[in-house]
């Protein structure tokens, strides 16, 4: 019999299959799903049509080559079809029972290599620390406008991910109010006084039955509530708050072990679309314990169903215990 979990983080609920766990090859939604974008279509992200994105904010550039030329490694350009911009003052309004803010905030892309049909599982773990450090550099730079409330990195890879463009990139968003996306670490909190991620932390390498690697800073699970089969979690095991806070050896710790966890799952889901987004505390607010910033992994393998969006509830035909057992094998492999 499933059983109805509940996601203490996202203050919602899940329905796991415990005793079963589909197989990667069992699932309609194998592939990255790239075809439909076309392998002649002119790419904005390439290198040589930079004059095709707005003007970069900051690049990673080679033998001080110009801004907005070629002899870059990475770039960070305002996305083109943001609905956010900086420029005026934050205002909220009310019509009745209605509320809204205008459009104050900030959409990013970075774009990760200049290489089309590569993406940042396949470099080393030099490359993907030099983009953490990007991410962070940008993360502390929005959070100096007072305007600014939350910020979410995240990367839409593959179509069934959300990704509109195949060139390998992420994304980061400041917005002018919290989401409630993760809730649940403040109720916790104000119950219990101690962290929830923290808690969780403990109680995994306690049983060890959703672990899936622990490296010098960082820890792998598949959550306890996992909404998406085979979700995993990479929760830093020291207490931090702000993902702008992490420091060199964390980079360099996450950065080998985001490889080395990708370069896992696309062959033992056979090369899925996935997302992946960094949860981190507020900014600009009045300081609210029980923020714990961590990583999110989630492999796209079934489209989102009628269930999911009328109840909230998300049906998840992969027991996370099993996920855990299937990467913790094969995670071996590649480290």
């Known amino acids: 019999m499933a059983e109805i979990r509940r996601d ?43 004059s095709s994105t707005p003007p970069e ?57 200049p290489e089309h049909g590569v993406d940042l599982h396949d470099y080393g773990p ?18 100096t406008d007072e305007r600014i409330k939350y910020i979410q990195i995240y990367k839409n890879r593959g179509i069934f991910a959300g990704a509109s ?10 917005v002018p ?43 792998l699970i598949c959550p306890y509530a996992s909404r998406f089969s085979y ?3 990479i929760i830093p095991k020291q207490h931090g708050e702000q993902f702008g806070a992490i420091s060199e050896a964390q980079i360099s710790d996450l950065a080998a072990v985001c490889r080395n966890f990708m370069q896992m799952m696309i062959v033992t889901l056979r090369n899925p679309a996935y997302n992946f987004v960094i949860n981190t505390a507020p900014v600009n ?21 009628g269930v999911d969006i009328s109840t909230g509830i998300y049906m998840n035909p992969v027991a996370p215990e099993l996920a855990a057992a299937l990467f913790r094998k094969e995670m071996t492999k590649f480290i």
């Open 231 to 233: 979700e995993t979690w």
């Open 165 to 174: 463009l195949e060139h390998s990139h992420s994304q980061i968003m400041g």
């Open 57 to 113: 904010i900051i690049a990673c550039r080679e033998n001080c080559s110009a801004a907005n030329a070629p002899g870059w490694s990475i770039r960070v350009v305002p996305n083109k079809f943001s609905v956010f911009q900086l420029e005026g003052v934050l205002a909220k309004t009310q019509a009745g029972i209605y509320s809204n803010f205008n459009g104050i905030g900030r959409q990013e892309v970075i774009i990760e290599t």
């Open 8 to 50: 203490l983080v996202k203050n919602n609920w899940v329905a796991v299959a415990p005793d079963m766990a589909l197989k990667p090859h069992d699932f309609p939604i194998k592939r990255r799903g790239i075809d439909p974008y076309g392998n002649n279509i002119f790419c904005p992200f390439c290198e040589g049509h930079e």
């Open 177 to 219: 109010f919290v989401p409630r996306c993760n809730s649940g670490v403040v109720d916790y909190y104000n119950k219990n006084k101690q962290c929830l991620l923290c808690s969780i932390i403990e109680q995994e390498k306690k049983f060890n039955i959703r672990l899936i690697h622990e490296s010098e800073h960082f820890l």
């Open 285 to 305: 607010l009045p300081y609210q314990p029980g923020f714990h910033w961590y990583m999110e992994i989630t492999p796209r393998l079934l489209v989102t169903t």
């Open 126 to 143: 030099e490359k993907i620390s030099q983009v953490l450090k990007i991410l962070k550099l940008r993360y502390n730079d929005l959070s």
